[in-house]
């Protein structure tokens, strides 16, 4: 595992773990990477010190506190955590079959209720262009978080 700085296009920065760095590769190349704070997909690394072990360990004074990476480290980032809540407990997830589902459920063929899931880009914005309302959410599912 490996800890990156992190910085969006509108200088967030943030931090998360990942595999490997091909793996943070991946996920950002693949537009499935998100800044924590604004949801913006422009992510890359911000420079950041190494950690290098001294051999000796330094005063409580002179250590950074660490923050874990459960725990918000802003107002922003705790008032996001508390938006995908609310998010998470009002709507049913369908998962990958989001456009689908939407589709059904706008002409009728399924009933009324607040969805979210998973679209590709061309499938959200042929979405759009046929009236049916769809919103990016500033956050990415439980499983693609980094």
Same mark, same amino acid.
Request: proline share 8%.
């Given at each position: 595992?490996?800890?990156?700085?992190?910085?969006?296009?509108?200088?967030?920065?943030?931090?998360?773990?990942?595999?490997?760095?091909?793996?943070?590769?991946?996920?950002?190349?693949?537009?499935?990477?998100?800044?924590?704070?604004?949801?913006?997909?422009?992510?890359?690394?911000?420079?950041?010190?190494?950690?290098?072990?001294?051999?000796?360990?330094?005063?409580?004074?002179?250590?950074?506190?660490?923050?874990?990476?459960?725990?918000?480290?802003?107002?922003? *980032?705790?008032?996001?955590? !508390?938006?995908?809540?609310?998010?998470?407990? =009002?709507? #049913?997830? &369908?998962?990958?079959? %989001?456009? @689908?589902?939407?589709?059904?459920?706008?002409?009728?063929?399924?009933?009324?209720?607040?969805?979210?899931? *998973?679209?590709?880009?061309? !499938?959200?914005?042929?979405?759009?262009?046929? =009236?049916? #309302?769809? &919103?990016?959410?500033? %956050?990415? @599912?439980?499983?693609?978080?980094?």
């Amino acid at each position: 595992m490996i800890r990156y700085s992190l910085k969006c296009d509108k200088d967030h920065r943030f931090e998360s773990w990942f595999a490997s760095a091909e793996k943070f590769e991946d996920l950002r190349d693949s537009g499935r990477l998100a800044c924590a704070v604004c949801g913006s997909p422009e992510v890359d690394r911000a420079m950041m010190a190494p950690s290098v072990a001294s051999g000796h360990t330094p005063s409580e004074e002179a250590a950074a506190p660490e923050r874990p990476l459960s725990q918000p480290a802003s107002p922003a *980032e705790q008032a996001l955590r !508390e938006l995908r809540r609310k998010i998470e407990a =009002g709507t #049913e997830d &369908v998962g990958r079959n %989001f456009a @689908r589902e939407a589709r059904a459920i706008h002409e009728g063929e399924k009933p009324n209720r607040a969805i979210r899931g *998973e679209a590709r880009p061309d !499938e959200a914005k042929e979405l759009l262009r046929d =009236g049916i #309302e769809v &919103v990016p959410l500033p %956050f990415l @599912r439980g499983s693609k978080t980094n």
